[in-house]
T-cell receptor, first 111, second 115 residues
Framework: QQQVKQSPQSLIVQKGGISIINCAYE??????FPWYQQFPGKGPALLIA?????SEKKEGRFTISFNKSAKQFSLHIMDSQPGDSATYFC??????????FGTGTRLLVSP | GAVVSQHPSWVICKSGTSVKIECRSL??????MFWYRQFPKQSLMLMAT?????????EQGVEKDKFLINHASLTLSTLTVTSAHPEDSSFYIC???????????FGSGTRLTVV
């Protein structure tokens, strides 16, 4: 019940395209859903986060869509750029206790 | 924004020796710190959670006598890998939670190689 399932495992998108990464959770007590970007040899950096009382949040080219009834949330990267090539992790937590991470998606944006 | 400084960024040590990794919150008080381990091309695996002034809570399967965690102040937590062996080689990452901002900030990670 603590798992967060993430897909796809890897993704190749052309420059200017839309990258979409999906996550699903089971624990309805989760109340914080962040997305992290990680470059090789670096720690994860927060991209964007959402609480369950909101269905969508947009920050620049990054958008989280949240479907509470389906227990799913997704990250959309608009106008994907080669510099967006990284590993992306979704996560969830309950009451800001420990984060439960998805398995990660390796995104490659081709020039 | 919130910044967590983690040092060293990489370390090579001989088998049997101990290594200490530091994690500092630079501009906020970190009431809780988390320590993760990450293998190549895998997700982050939580090792332990520490609250300032309290003993760390270790995840199942993590040897508390091998991975010593100290969180003596609101801005500093340390992870000591004792009697390191090659199988302890990994990428270790700390994360601090700011109770006021309700978020998590990650350090830049430490690449440990035990030879």
């Amino acid at each position: 019940q603590q798992q967060v399932k993430q897909s796809p495992q890897s993704l190749i998108v052309q420059k200017g395209g839309i990258s979409i990464i999906n996550c699903a959770y089971e624990n309805t007590a989760f109340d914080y859903f962040p997305w992290y970007q990680q470059f090789p040899g670096k720690g994860p950096a927060l991209l964007i986060a959402i609480r369950p009382d909101v269905s969508e949040k947009k920050e620049g080219r990054f958008t989280i869509s949240f479907n509470k009834s389906a227990k799913q949330f997704s990250l959309h990267i608009m106008d994907s750029q080669p510099g967006d090539s990284a590993t992306y992790f979704c996560a969830a937590s309950m009451g800001f206790q420990k984060l439960v991470f998805g398995t990660g998606t390796r995104l490659l944006v081709s020039p | 924004g919130a910044v967590v400084s983690q040092h060293p960024s990489w370390v090579i040590c001989k088998s049997g020796t101990s290594v200490k990794i530091e994690c500092r919150s630079l501009d906020f008080q970190a009431t809780t710190m988390f320590w993760y381990r990450q293998f190549p091309k895998q997700s982050l695996m939580l090792m332990a959670t520490s609250n300032e002034g309290s003993k760390a809570t270790y995840e199942q399967g993590v040897e508390k006598d091998k991975f010593l965690i100290n969180h003596a102040s609101l801005t500093l937590s340390t992870l000591t890998v004792t009697s390191a062996h090659p199988e302890d080689s990994s990428f270790y990452i700390c994360s601090a939670r700011d109770a006021h901002k309700l978020g998590y900030t990650f350090g830049s990670g430490t690449r440990l190689t035990v030879v």
